[in-house]
């Protein structure tokens, strides 16, 4: 199993940026791509990006394409989610993953909370 530790999450206004990190624990962390998903209280979790394991590769949900941009650092350790123009339908509890392929995602965190003020 891996550890994940997300931070950087907080309030931002509309329009406004926030970059979120995730931090892993496994030695094999360039081995395996990286998701990050977010869960609205109302709603059920749902894929915002992924990333493949050199960093090469990168997907995004529709609703966050050409406004968030997912990076990930081997060296470090570290996935991060840059957020670009914060819209009202962003607020959510944002966590990273672990990519074990086919679409499954294990080893979550705890989640950061991003909220957004109009």
């Known amino acids: 199993q891996v550890q994940l530790v997300e931070s950087g999450g907080g309030l931002a206004q509309a329009g406004g940026s926030l970059r979120l990190s995730c931090a892993a624990s496994?030695?094999?962390?360039?081995?395996?791509?990286m998701g990050w998903f977010r869960q609205a209280s109302w709603k059920e979790r749902e894929f915002v990006a992924s990333?493949?394991?050199?960093?090469?590769?990168?997907y995004y949900a529709n609703s966050v394409k050409g406004r968030f941009t997912i990076s990930k650092d081997n060296a470090r350790k570290r996935v991060y989610l840059q957020m670009n123009s914060l819209a009202p339908e962003d607020p959510a509890i944002y966590y990273c993953?672990?990519?074990?392929?086919?679409?499954?995602?294990?080893?979550w965190g705890p989640g950061t909370q991003v909220t957004v003020s109009s």
């Open positions: 993953a672990r990519d074990r392929g086919r679409g499954q995602y294990d080893s």
């Open positions: 990333i493949g394991a050199s960093g090469a590769t990168t």
């Open positions: 496994a030695r094999t962390f360039s081995s395996y791509g």
